[in-house]
Nanobody, 119 residues
Framework: QVQLVESGGGLEQPGGSLRLSCAAS??????????LGWYRQAPGKQRELVAA???????NYADSVKGRFTISRDNAKNTVYLQMNSLKPEDTAAYYC???????????WGQGTQVTVSS
């Protein structure tokens, strides 16, 4: 069974930084490569992709976070990170870790961690 456990969310002031972590387990049961990513969802809004990183290291970012957020993965530790700098109030949302198996297209999700940016 694949499990994703997130940590690092919290309250931060505008301009501040947070680092989210997501530890994956049970990934040996996945056939082939997989992409890791972070999504976020604010109240009343659609869930949106924030950043994703493929097994080979290539990345995608939402335009709204380019230059501020950095996604990385440590394959040896089965962990994906999201470094969030220069935080803005509009970054406030529940952030979800996502694993997508490339071959089967199956998605796995973490429980979500709240990020609140407020003065």
């Amino acid at each position: 069974q694949v499990q994703l456990v997130e940590s690092g969310g919290g309250l931060e002031q505008p301009g501040g930084s947070l680092r989210l972590s997501c530890a994956a387990s049970g990934t040996g049961s996945i056939f082939g490569p997989y992409t890791l990513g972070w999504y976020r969802q604010a109240p009343g809004k659609q869930r949106e992709l924030v950043a994703a990183i493929r097994s080979g290291g290539s990345t995608n970012y939402a335009d709204s976070v380019k230059g501020r957020f950095t996604i990385s993965r440590d394959n040896a530790k089965n962990t994906v990170y999201l470094q969030m700098n220069s935080l803005k109030p509009e970054d406030t949302a529940a952030y979800y870790c996502n694993l997508r198996a490339t071959i089967t297209k199956r998605d796995y999700w973490g429980q979500g961690t709240q990020v609140t940016v407020s003065s």
